[in-house]
């Protein structure tokens, strides 16, 4: 999970990020704290899109996104803060249900099959008295 990227606010039971109040000032803090670190890129905020007609941001953020060693995302969905904080696809599941190889989705539901799995083996191991 990326660590230099900010993320506050909510989501709704649709998996779209909520709108939040004081966009600004929170941009403003984390950005500082970045500075303070050293600016090296990588670092930046995820803010809901319909945020961005409120930025109204410190010529030197202003200056450090132009440059590129500070970054503001504007996103929609759940999905799209998944991506940006693990650099890998989401996924999208096919008609039957399965999400391609490699996505996050996918790693998760072959790990949630995993414990299955492993509850089934242990339960089946239970009935049969431990052996």
Not at 49 to 55: A, D, G
Not at 81 to 90: D, G, N, Q, S, V
Not at 101 to 122: K, N, P, Q, W
């Amino acid at each position: 999970v990326a660590q230099g990227l900010a993320i506050t606010g909510s989501v709704n039971q649709k998996g779209r990020i909520q709108a939040i109040g004081g966009v600004n000032e929170k941009i403003e803090g984390f950005f500082d704290i970045c500075k303070q670190r050293g600016l090296r890129g990588k670092q930046g905020v995820l803010i809901r899109s319909s945020n961005v007609q409120h930025l109204m941001l410190r010529e030197d953020i202003v200056a450090a996104v132009e440059k590129g060693s500070f970054n503001i995302y504007a996103i929609e969905r759940l999905e799209d803060a998944i991506e940006l904080l693990m650099a890998t696809p989401a996924g999208v599941a096919d008609r039957a249900g399965v999400y391609p190889e490699g996505s996050i989705y996918r790693r998760v539901c072959d790990r949630l099959d995993g414990f299955a799995e492993t509850a089934h083996r242990l339960s089946e191991s239970v009935k049969d008295g431990g052996k």
